[in-house]
């Protein structure tokens, strides 16, 4: 169950119609793969014998940089009014209700349908570790191997994000209900557990510090310790009320609290980023630190828009997640980048077609600890995705690039290639035969 997607060993040729190749779109290209890697990329190649055959555009696979696999059973079930503190309620009692095996096969089923959007890496952010009653499984990280599990049978990639949760509120309060589930009790017990982790080809550990809620500043610093060597991801400025309980208890924002713990730089990735001063976007631009924008989940939990346009200019890199899972399709999560500057400023061309596509591939790839995927070049980790470009929402192009980006959905996508190993073909997942049905029955079983 845990063998992970793997190459062709004996090596494959694909032909592209359309291909997405230094920054642009190429027409006619031979893709060449053997034992995981891309071997060559030829332009303007006929179709060589054999080969299969890409007919659309074929990108490089998609990272999703930040997900929370169980809020896929909140969908259609938590969209009545409020805001993100009542739709947290629900999402405890969800929490509290998962054991590894339900665990196991609502994330198996929502990693498929990842896969099916062109997904082909995934960073959980994952912070459900303990049973209801906070004390441990015989084995401390039984959930997180339902996770790993869960990605390696559904053929795509995992950064395991092992979460620190130790105070419910910046006060410092306990950690009460479900939230129990979540703590380790203390940073040493936390990195032990993270220590007993295991080693798996399609597997990067990481670690993150859920937020300056859950984790007290002046244990930042050992976090960082911890983190030495592995991506760290953070959410940060989710909230208004978060940023002012910050102000209270430590007189300085979060991204300050996070700046003079040594948090911030390029391994460390910031989640949402929603409710920033000029000086936070300053000081994540200068330490270079990666911003992961979830636009779906933020408008749906009414967060805000995140400054996209002055984080990028300040020097951060920019990447995607579809945290609670609202919908998942990263063309919806790249183009809504652009489209809420628009709606901020009131005026088009925030950032380039380009831009959205390293932005949905090789800029996740990277914050996940995975620098050598998102790119279809020679040496790279053979990750394609090939999208239709004569359906209703495709038909008409001009520019093949443009017309997926700013109109393609999940839906359009034909092929999904993952480290050489074919997961998808024809809009059906190779290894979960009904996907749709999968996920039915998994959310099903944890709500009853």
Same mark, same amino acid.
């Given at each position: 169950?845990?063998?992970?997607?793997?190459?062709?060993?004996?090596?494959?040729?694909?032909?592209?119609?359309?291909?997405?190749?230094?920054?642009?779109?190429?027409?006619?290209?031979?893709?060449?793969?053997?034992?995981?890697?891309?071997?060559?990329?030829?332009?303007?190649?006929?179709?060589?014998?054999?080969?299969?055959?890409?007919?659309?555009?074929?990108?490089?696979?998609?990272?999703?940089?930040?997900?929370?696999?169980?809020?896929?059973?909140?969908?259609?079930?938590?969209?009545?009014?409020?805001?993100?503190?009542?739709?947290?309620?629900?999402?405890?009692?969800?929490?509290?209700?998962?054991?590894?095996?339900?665990?196991?096969?609502?994330?198996?089923?929502?990693?498929?349908?990842?896969?099916?959007?062109?997904?082909?890496?995934?960073?959980?952010?994952?912070?459900?570790?303990?049973?209801?009653?906070?004390?441990?499984?015989?084995?401390?990280?039984?959930?997180?191997?339902?996770?790993?599990?869960?990605?390696?049978?559904?053929?795509?990639?995992?950064?395991?994000?092992?979460?620190?949760?130790?105070?419910?509120?910046?006060?410092?309060?306990?950690?009460?209900?479900?939230?129990?589930?979540?703590?380790?009790?203390?940073?040493?017990?936390?990195?032990?557990?993270?220590?007993?982790?295991?080693?798996?080809?399609?597997?990067?550990?990481?670690?993150?510090?859920?937020?300056?809620?859950?984790?007290?500043?002046?244990?930042?610093?050992?976090?960082?310790?911890?983190? %030495?060597? $592995?991506?760290? /991801?953070?959410? &940060?400025?989710?909230?208004? *009320?978060?940023?002012? =309980?910050?102000? @209270? !208890?430590?007189?300085?924002?979060?991204?300050?609290?996070?700046?003079?713990?040594?948090?911030?730089?390029?391994?460390?990735?910031?989640?949402?980023?929603?409710?920033?001063?000029?000086?936070?976007?300053?000081?994540?631009?200068?330490?270079?630190?990666?911003?992961?924008?979830?636009?779906?989940?933020?408008?749906?939990?009414?967060?805000?828009?995140?400054?996209?346009?002055?984080?990028?200019?300040?020097?951060?890199?920019?990447?995607?997640?579809?945290?609670?899972?609202?919908?998942?399709?990263?063309?919806?999560?790249?183009?809504?980048?652009?489209?809420?500057?628009?709606?901020?400023?009131?005026?088009?061309?925030?950032?380039?077609?380009?831009?959205?596509?390293?932005? %949905?591939? $090789?800029?996740? /790839?990277?914050? &996940?600890?995975?620098?050598? *995927?998102?790119?279809? =070049?020679?040496? @790279? !980790?053979?990750?394609?995705?090939?999208?239709?470009?004569?359906?209703?929402?495709?038909?008409?192009?001009?520019?093949?690039?443009?017309?997926?980006?700013?109109?393609?959905?999940?839906?359009?996508?034909?092929?999904?290639?993952?480290?050489?190993?074919?997961?998808?073909?024809?809009?059906?997942?190779?290894?979960?035969?009904?996907?749709?049905?999968?996920?039915?029955?998994?959310?099903?079983?944890?709500?009853?």
């Amino acid at each position: 169950m845990l063998s992970g997607p793997g190459g062709l060993g004996g090596g494959q040729s694909y032909h592209a119609e359309y291909a997405w190749v230094d920054r642009k779109v190429v027409r006619d290209v031979r893709i060449d793969v053997a034992d995981g890697r891309i071997t060559a990329v030829v332009p303007g190649s006929p179709p060589p014998p054999g080969a299969t055959r890409l007919a659309g555009l074929t990108l490089p696979g998609f990272a999703n940089a930040h997900s929370h696999a169980f809020h896929r059973a909140l969908r259609g079930r938590a969209s009545g009014p409020g805001t993100f503190w009542s739709w947290r309620e629900r999402m405890y009692a969800l929490a509290g209700r998962l054991d590894p095996d339900q665990y196991y096969t609502l994330a198996r089923a929502t990693y498929a349908e990842m896969a099916l959007a062109g997904v082909t890496c995934v960073g959980e952010f994952h912070y459900l570790h303990h049973p209801p009653d906070g004390a441990s499984y015989d084995d401390p990280n039984e959930m997180a191997h339902s996770l790993l599990a869960a990605a390696a049978d559904a053929g795509i990639r995992i950064t395991l994000l092992d979460t620190l949760y130790l105070t419910s509120t910046v006060d410092g309060g306990e950690l009460v209900g479900p939230q129990r589930r979540f703590g380790d009790g203390s940073v040493g017990a936390w990195a032990d557990r993270v220590a007993q982790l295991p080693v798996r080809p399609h597997l990067r550990v990481g670690v993150a510090a859920h937020s300056v809620r859950a984790v007290p500043a002046h244990l930042l610093p050992e976090v960082v310790t911890v983190a %030495a060597g $592995r991506p760290l /991801h953070v959410h &940060l400025s989710e909230q208004p *009320a978060e940023n002012a =309980a910050c102000l @209270a !208890r430590y007189g300085r924002t979060p991204t300050q609290v996070l700046a003079e713990a040594g948090a911030l730089g390029p391994t460390t990735t910031a989640v949402h980023a929603t409710h920033l001063a000029d000086e936070d976007i300053a000081l994540l631009g200068q330490a270079r630190t990666t911003v992961c924008l979830c636009p779906t989940t933020e408008r749906d939990l009414g967060d805000g828009i995140g400054p996209a346009r002055p984080l990028a200019d300040a020097g951060c890199a920019l990447c995607l997640g579809s945290d609670s899972h609202a919908v998942i399709d990263p063309f919806e999560e790249a183009r809504a980048m652009e489209l809420n500057e628009r709606l901020r400023s009131q005026q088009r061309g925030h950032f380039a077609v380009a831009d959205l596509v390293e932005t %949905a591939t $090789r800029h996740g /790839h990277a914050a &996940l600890g995975w620098p050598d *995927a998102g790119s279809i =070049a020679v040496g @790279a !980790r053979a990750d394609l995705v090939t999208v239709r470009l004569d359906t209703v929402r495709t038909a008409g192009y001009d520019d093949p690039a443009a017309a997926v980006i700013f109109a393609a959905t999940a839906a359009d996508v034909t092929d999904v290639v993952v480290d050489g190993r074919p997961i998808v073909h024809n809009g059906q997942h190779k290894l979960i035969e009904d996907a749709p049905r999968a996920l039915a029955s998994a959310i099903e079983a944890v709500w009853s």
